[in-house]
Structure formats: C-alpha cells, structure tokens
Nanobody, 123 residues
Framework: QVQLVESGGGLVQAGGSLRLSCSASRSIFSINAMGWYRQAPGKQRELVARITSGDSTNYADAVKGRFTISRDAANDTVYLQMNSLKPEDTAVYYC?????????????????WGQGTQVTVSS
C-alpha cells in the first residue's frame, strides 16, 4: 500500500552523527504517527523514537538527549537525527507507520517491515 524506504545509514566512529531518512510513496505523515525501530545483532527489534501527527515525540531511554525524530510532510519524509553515537547504537534501523489504541494508549507498528538501513558505530 504505502512504501517506506530508509536511507542514511553508514559507518561512523563513536561520538559521531548520522541522519536517517524515511521516505513514503504517499503523503501519510500528516495524519499518521511514525516510528523508528532498530534491531541489533542477537537482539529483538525495539522502538527507538516515534512522532505523532501533532509532532509529539517519544524516545527510548537509551537515546534520549541524543536522537531527534522529525517530519517534513511536504517532502513525505521522516528523519532521525542521531548524535553522540555509541557502539551500542549499532543496528539495522527501520521506519514504519504506527497505529494507536485509545483504550490502552499504545502505539504499534502497522504493515510490513522494509529493508532498513544499517548503522555501524565503531569504538
């Protein structure tokens, strides 16, 4: 239905920065919450950051103060600015549309996962 393509990953030294981009095939970011997830080697996929249609943001404790999620609805793109990167941030990063359950206040991923973009942080 809606294709999401992640880009911007790469190899960076600890303390460096990367900016990930998530581009959509349709203009969905103005009405849908979006999330960035990551999956490190040997670990489960975890939520890193999310942004709502009203630009409210939420971050995992491990990245608070270092990562910033933002959107550019005009360009159908969501970004993840990653600063002060640590080796523990090494993972494949994915973006995905999020659903919301008012009863529980929970957000959850919708649709299929894409290819993601690899982020590798060296010591």
């Amino acid at each position: 239905q809606v294709q999401l393509v992640e880009s911007g990953g790469g190899l960076v030294q600890a303390g460096g920065s990367l900016r990930l981009s998530c581009s959509a095939s349709r203009s969905i970011f103005s009405i849908n919450a979006m999330g960035w997830y990551r999956q490190a080697p040997g670990k489960q996929r975890e939520l890193v950051a999310r942004i709502t249609s009203g630009d409210s943001t939420n971050y995992a404790d491990a990245v608070k103060g270092r990562f910033t999620i933002s959107r550019d609805a005009a360009n159908d793109t969501v970004y993840l600015q990653m600063n002060s990167l640590k080796p523990e941030d090494t993972a494949v990063y994915y973006c995905i549309k999020l659903g919301y359950t008012p009863y529980t206040g929970a957000y959850y991923p919708l649709g299929a996962w894409g290819q993601g973009t690899q982020v590798t942080v060296s010591s």
